[in-house]
């Protein structure tokens, strides 16, 4: 029964760790960093999501549109970064976003973006390019912004941990102490 009450642990546990990093971009700066060469970007410097504006044409001779759970998204690639940098966004793509200069949105190291293998493979296929490991990927359709529904998923997660932690733990011994006494 206590792998059981460890296992329940371990579970919100996990809840809570995987929305940490999104509330630390959530609630990270509004001001995003400029990056204007292929040089600026390191995954000594980049470990983790940044609020990025990177300058860069866009290259639509290489842009897929892959559809993932009923969402459209279109990946393309920047001629100055090549195969470097991913760039994803769920908007129409038109003749205009060829004058587009700067791209602002999330950039993360590519091996935590969302869908990564069957990107890079769509990349391998169709277009004959190989992401290299140390690629990067700019969400163009997400900006710092807390949600509630995050900041109630953490919250929530912590007091239920709390709750169980109580119960599982400490409440027993409590009720047996007490009716140990006279």
């Known amino acids: 029964m206590t792998i059981l009450k460890v296992f329940l642990l371990l579970v919100v546990t996990m809840m809570i ?15 995003p960093i400029h990056i204007q060469s292929v040089d600026e ?14 300058q860069g044409k866009t290259n639509f001779t290489k842009a897929a549109t892959f559809a993932k759970h009923g969402v459209r998204y279109t990946y ?16 129409a793509v038109s003749e205009e976003w060829a004058e587009i200069d700067f791209h602002v949105g999330r950039l993360r190291p590519y091996h935590r973006m969302p869908f990564s293998r069957s ?5 391998r296929k169709n277009f004959d390019v190989g992401i290299p490991e140390g690629a990067f990927f ?17 919250s929530f997660a912590g ?24």
């Open 119 to 123: 990107v890079r493979a769509g990349f």
């Open 76 to 91: 393309f690639l920047l001629d100055e970064y090549g195969a470097q940098l991913v760039v994803r966004t769920s908007e």
């Open 41 to 54: 970007l390191s995954m000594e410097r980049f470990h983790r999501s940044t609020f990025a504006k990177i």
């Open 138 to 154: 700019l969400a163009r359709d997400d900006a710092p912004r807390p949600s509630g529904w995050s900041i109630f998923g953490v």
């Open 17 to 31: 760790r995987f929305q940490i990093p999104e509330l630390r971009y959530d609630f990270g700066t509004k001001e």
């Open 159 to 182: 007091i239920l941990f709390c709750v169980l932690t109580y119960f599982f733990f400490i409440h027993g011994r409590v009720v047996a102490a007490r009716s140990k006494k006279p």
